[in-house]
């Protein structure tokens, strides 16, 4: 299987940058995934987990919160606002996230604002579920 090229870069640190045989995005229009040679898409990311095919049954999973994702025929890049390694991920953190999310929500009177905060908030809801955290 064809590799390419995958940076990925949080606020504080980078995640994870080597080559990759495919990524799995959380893309703000539905999942999605990148392989070798994949047409030149540049897509906003909601709250979720990349996972990562490093090799036939081998990878990583990072947890994401928002950001953006330069995708073109050679690598990936990926932006983001806030990421975690799975192992990291507590229900604590969690919560702290979707506290701060309800805040922003309660502040502003911009309904399209508030609507897209609720869906975040259900996206890091539906994550805490899916991570059984």
């Known amino acids: 299987m064809a590799t390419f090229h995958f940076d990925f870069v949080g606020p504080e640190r980078t995640l994870y940058s080597g080559e990759v045989n495919a990524v799995q995005l959380p893309g703000i229009e539905g999942e999605m995934t990148v392989m070798a040679g994949h047409a030149p898409v540049l897509t906003s990311l909601r709250v979720g987990v990349i996972v990562i095919t490093e090799s036939q049954g081998s990878g990583k999973r990072i ?11 050679k690598g990936v890049t990926v932006l983001a606002e806030r ?3 799975i192992e990291e991920l507590n229900p604590a953190s969690l919560d702290r996230d979707i506290e701060a999310i309800q805040m922003q929500y309660d502040a502003t009177e911009d ?23």
């Open 63 to 73: 947890y994401v919160r928002g950001g953006f994702a330069d995708i073109g025929p």
């Open 111 to 133: 309904l399209q604002k508030r609507e897209d905060l609720n869906a975040q908030i259900v996206q890091l809801r539906e994550t805490k579920a899916l991570l059984k955290l």
């Open 83 to 85: 990421a975690a390694p």
